[in-house]
């Protein structure tokens, strides 16, 4: 059964990014090693494996880091430190009214440890 991976680094600009592979410690390699000079992590490494989380289904891998990519960083930073209330507080939605509303995302299968 092949794995898929979402993952989120810190770059040394202390930016996150977030990506999805099938193959995580070749994955993180090739960002520490500058393999794709294009690539957002290039001129900001090196990078350190901060969370992820492994999917048998490709399609909810890649739902999940398309979810990821649009969150602030402060809620990034909340599931990495696994900070379930921040986490929910981070995803409220203020409308004009003032009203809120809640989303919230259950608990990563995965504790989020590097890998060994």
Known sequence: MKLFFVYI??????????????NLEKRLYQHNSGHYKDAYTFTRRPVKLKWY???TDPHQAFKLEKQLKGWSRRKKKAL????????????????EQGKSSTGSRSQPKDSGQPLK
């Open 53 to 55: 989380e492994q999917f």
């Open 9 to 22: 680094v810190q770059c040394s600009d202390e930016s996150f990014y977030t990506g999805v592979t099938s």
């Open 80 to 95: 990495i430190e696994e900070n379930w209330e921040r986490l929910v507080e981070y995803s409220k939605n203020y409308t």
